[in-house]
C-alpha cells in the first residue's frame, strides 16, 4: 500500500535548493515574478521604464501596493503622460505594458480585475506607418550597391536580400543559423525564423536570396556548420569565432551606409516596411502578409497598407474636361 511517503532515494539526493531559498521562492510577489518571466530584454526593458514611470507618479514602493490600484489612479497616470507630451504611440505602449502587468495577477488571482481594461487611449497619429518604404527602384539598386567581387560585398548583398524579400526583422535575421536557412517543409527550401515572444514562423525562402545566401556561404567556409550564425561578422566568418552572429547595430550600420551611398537616409526597418508594402502593392492577402511578418494583430500590417494613398488612384487623374 502506499503509504504517502517519498521514496528513500528520492530524499537522499543532495538538495539544490535550501530550505531557506525554497521558502523565499515561494514567498516571491507575482508582481516581481510575472517581471522575471520576461525573456525579451527588449520587451523587459520598454516594460521596466513603464512600470517604474507609474510606480514613481503613484508613489508605490511595494509589489503588493500594486493591488490597490484603481482605474483612476491609471486615468491620471495617462492624462500625466498626456501632459508631458509624450506621443500618443508611446503612452498606448506604457499603458500596454501596465495591462500586461495586471492581466498576469488576474490570472494568478492576486487582484479581481484589470485596473487599465477599458480606459480610453489616445489615437495613433494616423492611419499609416511612419517608417519610410523606399521605391521599387531604389530597392533594386540598393540590392546591387555591394561589390559583387569582394567577400564583404558578397554577405552584404545576401542581408540585404534577405531583409527585402522576407521582411524580417534585423533581430530576427541575427538570430538566424545555417540551419534555419536549410529547411525544408514540403519540398520548398524556408527560412526558419524565431520572431517576437519567442514564436517561429517559417517563410518560403525567395530564389534571390537563396543564391545570393548560398554564393556568400561558399566563400565563407561554414556552410556544414549548421548550428552556427548564418551571418556573421566579418572577423568572425573564417576561422575563430564560429558561433558569433552579426548584431542587430551591425546590420543598422550596413544598410544605413549603402543606403547613404544612394543618398537616401534609412534604417534597417526602412526594408520591412519596403517588403511588406510591395506584398501588398502586388495583390499580397493582407492576412498572409500578418503572418509573414510576425504580426500579433492585422491592424499593425494595416499600417504598411499605403494603397489608399497612392497619388496615382486618386480621383484628380480622373477628372476629364
Same mark, same amino acid.
Given at each position: ?138 530597392? *533594386?539598386?540598393? /540590392?546591387?550597391? %555591394?561589390?559583387?567581387? =569582394?567577400?564583404? !560585398?558578397? $554577405?552584404?548583398? &545576401? @542581408? ?66 549548421? *548550428?552556427?550564425? /548564418?551571418?556573421? %561578422?566579418?572577423?568572425? =566568418?573564417?576561422? !575563430?569565432? $564560429?558561433?558569433? &552572429? @552579426? ?75
Amino acid at each position: 500500500m502506499n503509504s504517502g511517503r517519498i521514496p528513500a532515494k528520492l530524499t537522499k539526493k543532495t538538495r539544490l535548493l535550501t530550505a531557506a531559498e525554497f521558502k523565499r521562492l515561494a514567498d516571491v510577489p507575482p508582481e516581481v515574478e510575472w517581471f522575471k518571466n520576461i525573456r525579451n530584454p527588449h520587451t523587459k526593458r520598454a516594460y521596466r521604464n513603464a512600470i517604474r514611470d507609474f510606480m514613481q507618479f503613484a508613489g508605490i514602493q511595494r509589489p503588493e501596493e500594486f493591488r490597490l490600484v484603481t482605474p483612476a489612479h491609471v486615468i491620471a497616470w495617462r492624462d500625466d503622460l498626456g501632459d508631458r507630451v509624450l506621443t500618443g504611440t508611446t503612452i498606448r505602449h506604457r499603458l500596454a505594458a501596465l495591462s500586461a502587468l495586471f492581466q498576469y495577477l488576474c490570472d494568478k488571482h492576486a487582484v479581481t480585475h484589470n485596473p487599465v481594461k477599458g480606459i480610453k487611449r489616445p489615437r495613433t497619429e494616423g492611419d499609416e506607418g511612419k517608417t519610410p518604404a523606399i521605391a521599387d527602384h531604389q530597392a *533594386r539598386r540598393l /540590392l546591387v550597391t %555591394p561589390p559583387e567581387k =569582394s567577400f564583404k !560585398g558578397l $554577405r552584404d548583398r &545576401a @542581408i540585404l536580400a534577405t531583409l527585402l524579400y522576407h521582411g524580417l526583422r534585423r533581430e530576427e535575421l541575427c538570430k538566424l543559423t545555417v540551419a534555419d536557412f536549410r529547411h525544408e517543409r514540403r519540398g520548398v527550401q524556408h527560412l526558419r525564423v524565431s520572431g517576437k515572444g519567442e514564436k517561429t514562423r517559417y517563410i518560403p525562402l525567395h530564389g534571390v536570396a537563396k543564391d545570393l545566401i548560398e554564393e556568400y556561404l561558399a566563400r565563407a567556409g561554414h556552410s556544414t556548420d549548421h *548550428r552556427g550564425a /548564418l551571418f556573421r %561578422p566579418l572577423r568572425n =566568418s573564417k576561422g !575563430g569565432g $564560429r558561433e558569433k &552572429a @552579426i548584431t542587430p547595430d551591425g546590420v543598422y550600420k550596413l544598410v544605413r551606409h549603402y543606403a547613404g551611398i544612394l543618398g537616401i537616409e534609412i534604417g534597417a526597418h526602412a526594408l520591412r516596411a519596403t517588403a511588406a508594402t510591395n506584398a501588398l502593392d502586388h495583390q499580397a492577402d493582407i492576412a498572409k502578409v500578418q503572418e509573414w511578418l510576425g504580426h500579433s494583430h492585422i491592424a499593425t500590417t494595416r499600417l504598411y497598407d499605403r494603397r489608399q494613398t497612392r497619388p496615382e488612384d486618386s480621383p484628380t487623374f480622373k477628372v476629364s474636361y
